[in-house]
Structure formats: structure tokens, C-alpha cells
């Protein structure tokens, strides 16, 4: 067979070519209604798709491509085994147990906003003796640490006048400024049989009696909390990273208020640094102190805080035990002097 008749030939190929077109010429001329194809009518050519549908179905095709590669996708590998003493192990997979409390310790940060919250206010007077109340002694305490206070911080106060303010609000004003600080200021009232003292509380339970009295006098104002809702808050706010600074913050501020004041008062007393359930400290998302910064029970005490000389020394222990508070975070990060 020559190559221009064998399978696949050109000659071979034209011939096929040439067949195709008799056959659709003849096609094209027969009459309708014969004998060897019924009549179907005016013959239409296919019209040609327009650019715009083939774009529609561009998506379709796209997706049927991802569908056909992940299906051809590998199956992966599984873990390689280890061989240990001839036996093939596989590796287990362990979970870690519960996170650990975080010290805080790890992410120092400058002390940037302080909350000062003048205790009591408006139909709440707190204690009092001849003429003065502890919410006024408060609120001019609080006015005196500000200004102080705010040539370094921004600083708030929970309440600027004589009204009233509920304590689950006041800590609720602390986080919504996003205080680094909150020092809630008080006057005492101690049995006439003791000297007056000072004494700086963090948030925490209490065995003891004088304390848990105290507590519930304090506390005596809450109506925003419900006994489940403190039930849930104290075991959120005893957590080991917030007591910590808390109590850091009530030490600073204890040993400045001991250390100031006693120059002017020798018989002053040292009542320490101490954790106590007060709900003006539960909600707090900052280290919280209540401060009982003088006692109205004490008659010497009480002539004291009429002079306003004194009031001043008491803003200015609490401003130094502040400022010792923010200096050591910074003294723990290294960036004292930056």
C-alpha cells in the first residue's frame, strides 16, 4: 500500500473531506416532504452565543475545576510511627491540663488613670461626730488628691458633689474609663476605748468579726447586686493575679498613710493592711483599695480633721502611697527613669 492510501494518507483524509460536503450539499438541496426526510420546516442555524452568557457560566466552570482538584487532592500522610524496642508506636496526641493563673507581674504597665471614689454621699452620710460627716470629709479629701494627683495621671472621681451614687456604679465608672487605679476613700469609726488608726482593705474574705461588722455596714448601701450576682463576682475577683496587685496597692498606700500622719498625731496606730467583702470593690477590673484614712471616733481626731492643714497631710500620704504603688511596677519592668 502506498503511503497516499493508507490510514491517516493526506489523499486518504481529502477524500473524507470531500464526501462530507456531497453529503451535506445534498442534504442542504432536498426537497421538503420527500420520501427520504420529513418535512421539518425552514432550516435555522444555530445562533451564536453571546459574550455576556459565556461569562455566566465562567463561575460554573471555575467551580466545577476546584471540585475535580480537591477530589484528585492526596490523601496526607499519617503521623510517622516511632520504633521503640522493635514495636512500631504511634504518637499520642496530648491536651495541656487548665490554664494557670497569669502573674501579672510578666506585663508590667505604667499607671496611667486613677478612679477616686469619696465615700458615701447625698442621703448617706456615712459616720459622724460633732458637725462633720465622712462624706464630706471624703469629698474634700478626694478634690485635695486630685489636684495633686493630676499633673502625672488622669485622674476621675466617682462623685463631685453631695449625691448619691450606688456602689455597684462607682466601680462600674472605674471600668468604663478604664482606670489602671481605683482608691475609694473612707473615715472610720472605731470603739471609744481605742486609739484612732488607720487601715487600708483589698478585696477578700474575712474570719474576722470586727472586720465582717465593718463589711456589712459598709455594705449596707448595695442595692445593684443580687446575692447570686455577688456570689459570681467574688469568685472572679479572688483571683490570685488581681489580689496580688491589689494588695500591693494597699501596702503602698498603708505605709505612707502610717508614716506621714503619725508625725502629726503620736498616738496614731498602725491597723495594717487587710482584705475584706466590700461590694464597692467587687466589680472593680483594676487593683482596688478602700482606704479608712481617719476615724471620727476619736475626739483628738476629730479637732485634727477640722483643720484643713490636716486634711491636706492625709491627700498628701495618699498621693505618696500612689505614686510608691506606680513607681515599683515600673522599678519590676525596668523602666524606672524612662
Known amino acids: 500500500m502506498t503511503p497516499g492510501t493508507q490510514n491517516g494518507g493526506p489523499r486518504f483524509k481529502r477524500g473524507l473531506i470531500e464526501a462530507a460536503v456531497r453529503d451535506n450539499e445534498a442534504l442542504g438541496h432536498r426537497a421538503p416532504g420527500s420520501?427520504?426526510?420529513?418535512?421539518?420546516?425552514?432550516?435555522?442555524?444555530?445562533?451564536?452565543?453571546?459574550?455576556?452568557?459565556?461569562?455566566?457560566?465562567l463561575p460554573i466552570a471555575a467551580a466545577a475545576a476546584l471540585g475535580y482538584l480537591e477530589l484528585k487532592r492526596p490523601v496526607p500522610?499519617?503521623?510517622?510511627?516511632?520504633?521503640?524496642?522493635?514495636?512500631?508506636?504511634?504518637?499520642?496526641?496530648?491536651?495541656?491540663?487548665?490554664?494557670?493563673?497569669?502573674?501579672?507581674?510578666?506585663?508590667?504597665?505604667?499607671?496611667?488613670?486613677?478612679?477616686?471614689?469619696p465615700g458615701h454621699g447625698g442621703s448617706s452620710p456615712g459616720t459622724a461626730a460633732d458637725g462633720l460627716t465622712e462624706k464630706a470629709l471624703a469629698l474634700d479629701i478626694a478634690y485635695r488628691l486630685r489636684n495633686l494627683l493630676d499633673d502625672r495621671y488622669r485622674v476621675a472621681m466617682t462623685r463631685e458633689t453631695d449625691m448619691n451614687v450606688a456602689l455597684d456604679h462607682r466601680t462600674l465608672i472605674a471600668n468604663r474609663a478604664g482606670a489602671d487605679v481605683f482608691v475609694s476613700i473612707h473615715v472610720n469609726w472605731l470603739p471609744a476605748n481605742r486609739a484612732c488608726g488607720v487601715e487600708t482593705?483589698?478585696?477578700?474574705?474575712?474570719?474576722?468579726?470586727?472586720?465582717?461588722?465593718?463589711?456589712?455596714?459598709?455594705?449596707?448601701?448595695?442595692?445593684?447586686?443580687?446575692?447570686g450576682d455577688l456570689r459570681r463576682l467574688l469568685d472572679g475577683v479572688y483571683a490570685q493575679a488581681r489580689q496580688d496587685d491589689s494588695r500591693a496597692l494597699a501596702t503602698a498606700i498603708q505605709q505612707s498613710l502610717f508614716g506621714r500622719l503619725r508625725a502629726e498625731n503620736p498616738d496614731l496606730r498602725d491597723r495594717g493592711v487587710k482584705s475584706a467583702p466590700f461590694v464597692v470593690l467587687i466589680g472593680a477590673e483594676m487593683p482596688a483599695v478602700l482606704a479608712e484614712v481617719s476615724c471620727l471616733s476619736?475626739?483628738?481626731?476629730?479637732?485634727?480633721?477640722?483643720?484643713?492643714?490636716?486634711i491636706q497631710s492625709i491627700a498628701e500620704a495618699l498621693d505618696a502611697g500612689i505614686q510608691g504603688?506606680?513607681?515599683?511596677?515600673?522599678?519590676?519592668?525596668?523602666l524606672t527613669g524612662a
Open 325 to 334: 504603688y506606680a513607681e515599683s511596677l515600673l522599678s519590676e519592668a525596668g
Open 201 to 227: 482593705y483589698y478585696l477578700g474574705p474575712t474570719d474576722d468579726p470586727e472586720l465582717s461588722a465593718l463589711a456589712e455596714r459598709e455594705n449596707s448601701e448595695a442595692q445593684g447586686y443580687s446575692l
Open 77 to 117: 500522610d499519617p503521623p510517622p510511627a516511632a520504633e521503640v524496642d522493635g514495636a512500631v508506636q504511634t504518637p499520642e496526641i496530648r491536651f495541656t491540663g487548665p490554664p494557670e493563673a497569669v502573674d501579672v507581674s510578666v506585663f508590667p504597665l505604667p499607671v496611667e488613670r486613677i478612679v477616686l471614689d
Open 298 to 310: 476619736d475626739a483628738k481626731e476629730v479637732e485634727r480633721l477640722r483643720d484643713g492643714n490636716y
Open 35 to 57: 420520501r427520504d426526510e420529513p418535512d421539518i420546516g425552514p432550516v435555522r442555524r444555530p445562533r451564536r452565543a453571546s459574550p455576556w452568557s459565556l461569562l455566566l457560566l
